[in-house]
């Protein structure tokens, strides 16, 4: 599949999570980053989208450790949680 067509996918996966808390997260970290990650970047986004989306908002949040296979840039962008659209 080519690098568009995959990022569409990943896209989408990251916006539809099932809650919009999720949505919100995972979705917003990818539309700040996802578009300049290596292909490297882009498999451990893929593996990580089927993990359960209360573990990876824990992980982001910091309430409890990722797992090490996710440990590196993708994870330590998550923890900065400024990609997260905020009320006013």
Not at 72 to 79: D, F, Q, T, Y
Request: no cysteine; proline share 2%; net charge negative.
């Amino acid at each position: 599949m080519d690098r568009a067509t995959r990022l569409k996918r990943l896209h989408f996966r990251a916006h539809h999570r099932g809650t919009k808390e999720a949505d919100l997260l995972i979705g917003g970290f990818f539309d700040a980053h996802g578009t300049a990650w290596s292909e490297e970047e882009m498999v451990l986004f893929e593996a990580l989208l089927e993990e359960q989306d209360v573990d990876i908002m824990a992980w982001a949040m910091g309430t409890d450790v990722a797992p090490e296979r996710y440990a590196g840039s993708i994870l330590a962008a998550l923890k900065t949680l400024n990609y997260v659209p905020t009320l006013n």
